[in-house]
């Protein structure tokens, strides 16, 4: 955590400043959010501007914080430019998941830096598997317990279409994080060995679940 670095300041500004624009301004929200119908209408650049909007300001706070505790984590282990890349990263590919899994629903639309922040998570976990988090901010847990568990839930949730959530965006932010690391600090196979393995059974599960069609 401790002092925020600059590049972390630029990238919450910028969400906020967005987002706030978003809130004040449907029309501004509306185009620039994910929607698949509009994407097929050629609006791709909603895989990208949709990142930095969100639903109202708790949804805003939850993925700043979460970026706060764990951005300095990343930017430590890879500098602040493969930080920069796996935000960016992260972000495509969870609305890219998104796309894949929603692409025949015209009304489908999302927004929210979560899959960005996602991809930050998991970068952290990889690079300092042996933190400790706090599972609803009290119970102390591993990180790469908390990966694999989170990860799982995310298969469930995109199985059973829990709640309002982005559950494909989450995933593919989470594997968005967790290869770019792996290819900007491979000194992870080496240190961190069986949580780069452990780590991958749940992408394993989601590919494998895909390809029988039980997704």
Not at 5 to 14: E, N, P
Not at 36 to 49: E, N
Not at 185 to 214: C, D, R, S, T
């Amino acid at each position: 955590m401790g002092e925020l670095h600059l590049v972390t300041i630029i990238i919450i500004g910028i969400n906020i400043l967005i987002s706030f624009k978003g809130f004040k301004d449907d029309s501004f929200f509306q185009k620039y959010k994910f929607n698949i119908g509009d994407l097929k209408r050629g609006a791709k650049y909603q895989v990208f501007t949709s990142g930095f909007l969100h639903v109202d300001t708790t949804h805003l706070f939850v993925n700043m914080l979460t970026l706060y505790f764990f951005a300095n984590v990343v930017i430590f282990g890879i500098g602040s430019t493969g930080f920069i890349l796996v935000y960016l990263v992260s972000l495509i590919l969870g609305n890219l998941l998104s796309w894949f899994f929603h692409k025949e629903e015209l009304h489908y639309s999302a927004v929210g830096a979560s899959g960005a922040v996602m991809g930050v998570l998991y970068s952290a976990i990889l690079l300092r598997p042996d933190m400790m988090l706090g599972l609803f901010f009290i119970i102390p847990i591993p990180a790469y317990v908390f990966g694999i568990g989170y990860l799982l839930y995310t298969i469930y949730g995109m199985k059973r279409r829990l709640g309002n959530i982005g559950h494909d965006a989450h995933f593919g932010g989470a594997v968005g994080g967790y290869i770019l690391t792996l290819i900007l600090a491979p000194w992870v196979f080496e240190n961190h060995l069986l949580m780069v393995i452990l780590l991958a059974v749940p992408i394993i599960i989601l590919f494998v679940l895909q390809k029988m069609g039980k997704l």
